[in-house]
Every structure is written in structure tokens, then in C-alpha cells.
Nanobody, 123 residues
Framework: QVQLVESGGGLVQAGGSLRVSCAAS????????MGWFRQAPGKEREFVAA????????DYADSVKGRFTISRDNAKNTVYLQMNSLKPEDTAVYYC????????????????WGQGTQVTVSS
């Protein structure tokens, strides 16, 4: 059974940092690209960042480029999202997701999803 479990969310002040993690099980992790998406109340789910199967390629939404860093450790079956210089508009539930091989911004192309972790940035 495939499971993606996010952790590390919480409350942080604007300008602060937070790292969220996603631990995967039940799949050959190194064969999957991993993505982070977020959804704020009343808004659609949006792409945040993605990393390909071996970490050699990454992609970021313009709104987080230069502030967020996605990385992965295939030995630990874990993907990370380091978030720096956080802004109140980053407040959302953050989801990790998996798809075969290559990075993709379209959430519909991701077949596996975690349950999400709440990130709240206070002003």
C-alpha cells in the first residue's frame, strides 16, 4: 500500500523558515518524481515545486522561486521542502505527491498524494 506522509508543518512568523518532509512507503521511490502543492482556504490547489526521480531536475512556481528549495533523499524515501522568507500568503495546507519519472506542474498527473500538513505564516 502506497503511503505519503507529510510532517513538519506549523506556525511561523513572516520572514521565518520551515522545512516540511514527506516520507514515502509502498513504492519504488527512486522511480518517482515528487511534487509539492498547496491549497489555501477558498482557493484551488496550486503547484509549488517538483523534483525528478534522481534530483537532477527541479521546478518551482514563480511565487516561491528563490525562497523555497525542494530536495530528496532516495536512501530515506523522503522528499523535503525548505521554505525560507515565508510570507502570510504562503499559508496553506501543503501536500506532497508522486508521479512517474519527470517533473510536472499539473496536479492531475500525480497519482499518489499525502494527507497534507498545515503551514501558517503570521504577519
Amino acid at each position: 500500500q502506497v503511503q505519503l506522509v507529510e510532517s513538519g508543518g506549523g506556525l511561523v512568523q513572516a520572514g521565518g523558515s520551515l522545512r516540511v518532509s514527506c516520507a514515502a512507503s509502498g513504492l519504488t521511490f527512486s522511480r518517482y518524481a515528487m511534487g509539492w502543492f498547496r491549497q489555501a482556504p477558498g482557493k484551488e490547489r496550486e503547484f509549488v515545486a517538483a523534483i525528478n526521480w534522481n534530483g537532477g531536475r527541479t521546478d518551482y512556481a514563480d511565487s516561491v522561486k528563490g525562497r523555497f528549495t525542494i530536495s530528496r533523499d532516495n536512501a530515506k524515501n523522503t522528499v523535503y521542502l525548505q521554505m525560507n522568507s515565508l510570507k502570510p500568503e504562503d499559508t496553506a495546507v501543503y501536500y506532497c505527491a508522486a508521479k512517474s519519472w519527470n517533473v510536472d506542474r499539473d496536479y492531475a498527473d500525480y497519482s499518489r498524494w499525502g494527507q497534507g500538513t498545515q503551514v501558517t505564516v503570521s504577519s
